[in-house]
């Protein structure tokens, strides 16, 4: 099985500052990747999937990058509705494991 | 609009066994893959399988092989998840999430089920 390490697990930013969140997959997933958040009690949404392509709706601020084993999601001047779980979950062969998540606080 | 109806709470005893359901509307599911995913209180996501309605073929996470059993009746447009022989390790909350083909994503989700496994 295929196995997600996702990078920090807990983030502590300002409003206006820009985050990155890594997830290393342990063996190439070739793009197929997805990024999830989750606020707190609410269902995840999807905001990226095959690695790069934004979801609908989803603000431009946010980009998922990477190829391989190592995939980013940045998030450019992050604002208040942009609090909450982030987590990343690979397409490449079941099952389709999700990494460990990334809470994201307002400091 | 695209809409996934999940059943409601469930308090359920130790051993007991118990069926989910996930109704969709805005779509027919035959066009999609449907999956479940469970998360215990403050704990991340685990993806438990998905079915891919129209031909019934399932795929499961070994760890919840025996456990999970996914169905689907696309005459009701409805997936299903069954647990069985509960224990307290599957108090959760579990999430049906619609793939569209191709897409390698769920990109709608429903609202979630609470399971509570006490006696």
């Known amino acids: 099985d295929i196995q997600m390490t996702q990078s920090p697990a807990s983030l502590s930013v300002s409003v206006g500052e820009t985050v990155t969140i890594t997830c290393r997959a342990s063996?190439?997933?070739?793009?197929?990747l997805a990024w999830y958040q989750q606020k707190q009690g609410k269902s995840p949404q999807l905001l990226v999937y095959?690695?790069?392509n934004l979801a609908d709706g989803v603000p431009s601020r946010f980009s998922g990058s990477g190829s391989g084993t190592q995939y980013s999601l940045k998030i450019n001047s992050l604002q208040s509705e942009d609090f909450g779980s982030y987590y990343c979950q690979h397409f490449w062969g079941t099952p389709y494991t999700f990494g460990g998540g990334t809470k994201l606080e307002i400091k | 609009e695209v809409q996934l109806q999940q059943s409601g709470a469930e308090l359920v005893k130790p051993g007991a066994s118990v069926k989910l359901s996930c109704t969709a509307s805005g779509f027919n599911i035959k066009d999609t893959y449907m999956h479940w995913v469970k998360q215990r209180p403050e704990q991340g996501l685990e993806w438990i399988g998905r079915i891919d309605p129209a031909n019934g073929n399932t795929k499961y996470d070994p760890k919840f092989q025996g456990k999970a059993t996914i169905t689907a009746d696309t005459s009701s447009n409805t997936a299903y998840l069954q647990l069985s022989s509960l224990t307290s390790e599957d108090t959760a909350v579990y999430y049906c999430?619609?793939?569209?083909?191709?897409?390698?994503?769920?990109?709608?989700w429903g609202q979630g089920t609470s399971v509570t496994v006490s006696s």
């Open positions: 095959a690695a790069t």
């Open positions: 063996e190439n997933i070739y793009s197929n």
């Open positions: 999430a619609r793939e569209s083909y191709g897409k390698g994503a769920m990109d709608y």
